[in-house]
């Protein structure tokens, strides 16, 4: 074995400020207080495992204490940076956080602190996962953090900002590093390669960097280890079993299989599967960054920013998202991301991730919303229109169950001339209809009221005693005004309302809505299914009577 050899995330650590990947933001700010000598006490660096947190505050304990500081720019030659670099420096204690949690730690930790660094200018602790350490330990590290001696600094790093208590981040200039961008990683691999003289097939750095999801470290490790699994020659095919990344042809062929709610066609890619020996938990996560993609690129103008994957397949990808609609997208999505979560505490992922694809190929199509939107006003208006012209309709008289309606224009009735009762019967169930339309409420109301009298020049409509409250709501000025318009546009003349309480001994009967036999129609308006404005709304939804009740 060659001693000498070391693991490219150790060999390709950057050394000075602007090698660092990805974090240009936060290396800039920090030249700038070296700079101007405005160095903080403290410093919290977070953000996710191997994007440069640790590196950097090393980095930035070279630049405060080099022999030929303070500089941006660090020598990496002088026995400071030598020894820092190292982990050897006596005035650069790093702290690995999970390891000492205890107050007991922090105690020594604040009495060492009072002496003077010993070669350097600063003494500096970076101290490693921070969020590990327990309350206590906290509450010991407060008063120090707030007062710290002279020419001491602390950098924390953390990859779980949210354990850190505010009393601590409060005392901190915070930095939150990013992911490192995806065509920046696969720049910085390209380069590594170059210098190992590693060659890789097209294709084969994305593959990295996708799986790196953002480390710089996991994917100059993954780089590492498809070097030893494949040699200087690294292939697709190979880096993908290496990885377990399944092939783009089983997610488009599984896409096809759920939008054709192929359900004998997925339990047969699943054998395949595990035929041949795929992680189906990662074949799901696989899936699940499929369809998120595919979701980008159908709602995105601009996809490229969104995805990680090159312009042709971006490209592909959008022939396949033409036939999908977004609302299949959304429910997937959905869908198996709750199965991730089911799959992993699963003692059979096989059988979970076939109940899945199973329940996700029956899942009922929808109509989405926009669609849906633009249907129900054309319905609206069409309703609409067919209403306007039931209100001129008359039925004829004679055997009514035989004869069809037949539309005619009505005619003003004379100031001087009463309403046949009959007339006005089938007239007040237009009236109640319209108002329930604009006002149920009302028209509830009014269907507790009796119309005792209807003449030339008014109409009379009585209460119950027991029911006379509601005469007093019908009473009020926004609902008579309703009531008025109403009845005056379907009696084609203004008609006054005389209101009274029923004496408890009436035998008047209720006139709002009549009994099928008294409407008229006969057998076409017996039959629900031929209601003209129920027949109008089958043809729009291509729905279908299932049952119909009578109330």
């Known amino acids: 074995m060659d001693k000498s050899y070391q693991v490219s995330a150790r060999k390709w650590r950057p050394k000075l400020f602007e090698e660092v990947i990805g974090?240009?933001?936060?290396?800039?700010?920090?030249?700038?207080?070296?700079?101007?000598?405005?160095?903080?006490?403290?410093?919290?660096?977070?953000?996710?495992?191997?994007?440069?947190?640790?590196?950097?505050?090393?980095?930035?304990?070279?630049?405060?204490?080099?022999?030929?500081?303070?500089?941006?720019?660090?020598?990496?030659?002088?026995?400071?940076?030598?020894?820092?670099?190292?982990?050897?420096?006596?005035?650069?204690?790093?702290?690995?956080?999970?390891?000492?949690?205890?107050?007991?730690?922090?105690?020594?930790?604040?009495?060492?602190?009072?002496?003077?660094?010993?070669?350097?200018?600063?003494?500096?602790?970076?101290?490693?996962?921070?969020?590990?350490?327990?309350?206590?330990?906290?509450?010991?590290?407060?008063?120090?953090?707030?007062?710290?001696?002279?020419?001491?600094?602390?950098?924390?790093?953390?990859?779980?900002?949210?354990?850190?208590?505010?009393?601590?981040?409060?005392?901190?200039?915070?930095?939150?590093?990013?992911?490192?961008?995806?065509?920046?990683?696969?720049?910085?691999?390209?380069?590594?390669?170059?210098?190992?003289?590693?060659?890789?097939?097209?294709?084969?750095?994305?593959?990295?960097?996708?799986?790196?999801?953002?480390?710089?470290?996991?994917?100059?490790?993954?780089?590492?280890?498809?070097?030893?699994?494949?040699?200087?020659?690294?292939?697709?095919?190979?880096?993908?079993?290496?990885?377990?990344?399944?092939?783009?042809?089983?997610?488009?062929?599984?896409?096809?299989?759920?939008?054709?709610?192929?359900?004998?066609?997925?339990?047969?890619?699943?054998?395949?599967?595990?035929a041949h020996g795929t992680d189906l938990r990662k074949f799901l996560g696989d899936l699940v960054e499929y369809i998120r993609n595919l979701l980008m690129i159908k709602v995105s103008t601009d996809p490229f920013s969104l995805v990680d994957l090159p312009r042709e397949e971006v490209e592909h990808l959008k022939q396949i998202v033409a036939s999908l609609s977004l609302d299949e997208l959304q429910r997937w999505t959905g869908h198996f991301v709750k199965t991730q979560v089911e799959i992993k505490l699963s003692l059979s992922p096989r059988f979970s991730l076939e109940l899945a694809l199973v329940k996700a190929t029956r899942m009922v199509r929808t109509t989405s919303l926009e669609d849906l939107i633009q249907r129900l006003h054309a319905m609206e208006k069409r309703l609409t229109d067919l209403n306007n012209n039931l209100v001129g309709e008359e039925f004829k008289g004679g055997d009514r169950s035989s004869e069809k309606v037949q539309r005619v224009s009505p005619k003003p009735a004379s100031s001087d001339e009463a309403v046949p009762p009959e007339l006005f019967l089938e007239k007040w169930n237009l009236i109640l209809k319209r108002i329930k339309e604009e006002k149920p409420n009302l028209g509830s109301y009014l269907e507790q009221g009796r119309v005792v009298d209807s003449g030339p020049d008014k109409v009379t409509i009585g209460f119950p005693e027991n029911s006379s409250f509601l005469m007093k709501l019908v009473q009020k000025e926004e609902h008579m005004k309703v009531l008025e318009r109403t009845l005056e546009q379907v009696m084609q003349r203004p008609l006054p309302i005389k209101w009274t309480v029923l004496d408890p001994g009436s035998k008047t009967e209720p006139l709002p809505y009549m009994e099928k036999s008294e409407r008229g129609g006969g057998e076409e308006m017996n039959d629900p299914i031929q209601t003209p404005l129920i027949k109008e709304t089958l043809a729009m939804f291509g729905g279908k009577i299932i049952e119909a009740k009578e109330e």
């Not at 800039?28 to 070296?34: D, P």
């Not at 107050?103 to 002496?115: F, G, T, W």
């Not at 939150?176 to 910085?188: A, G, N, S, V, Y």
């Not at 750095?205 to 040699?231: H, K, N, P, T």
Request: a negative charge; proline letters at 3%.
């Open 23 to 274: 974090q240009g933001h936060i290396t800039q700010t920090l030249q700038n207080a070296v700079q101007s000598g405005r160095v903080a006490h403290a410093y919290l660096f977070s953000g996710e495992r191997g994007v440069g947190k640790t590196t950097v505050a090393r980095i930035f304990a070279k630049a405060l204490n080099c022999e030929k500081g303070p500089t941006i720019n660090p020598c990496n030659d002088c026995v400071t940076c030598r020894e820092i670099w190292d982990g050897m420096a006596i005035d650069v204690i790093e702290i690995d956080g999970a390891s000492n949690t205890g107050v007991d730690d922090i105690r020594e930790l604040r009495e060492a602190v009072k002496y003077i660094p010993v070669r350097g200018r600063y003494k500096v602790y970076i101290i490693d996962e921070v969020h590990m350490l327990s309350t206590s330990a906290f509450n010991a590290l407060l008063k120090t953090l707030e007062e710290p001696p002279d020419r001491v600094i602390f950098l924390f790093a953390t990859t779980e900002l949210h354990k850190i208590p505010p009393t601590i981040l409060s005392r901190c200039q915070h930095f939150t590093f990013k992911r490192i961008p995806f065509e920046e990683m696969i720049r910085h691999l390209q380069g590594i390669a170059v210098e190992e003289k590693i060659e890789m097939e097209e294709g084969g750095y994305r593959l990295i960097a996708r799986a790196a999801e953002g480390s710089m470290r996991d994917a100059l490790s993954i780089l590492d280890q498809s070097v030893a699994f494949c040699g200087q020659k690294v292939d697709l095919e190979n880096l993908r079993t290496l990885l377990g990344i399944v092939n783009q042809q089983i997610l488009e062929r599984t896409i096809h299989a759920l939008h054709h709610q192929d359900t004998s066609d997925v339990m047969a890619l699943v054998n395949d599967l595990v």
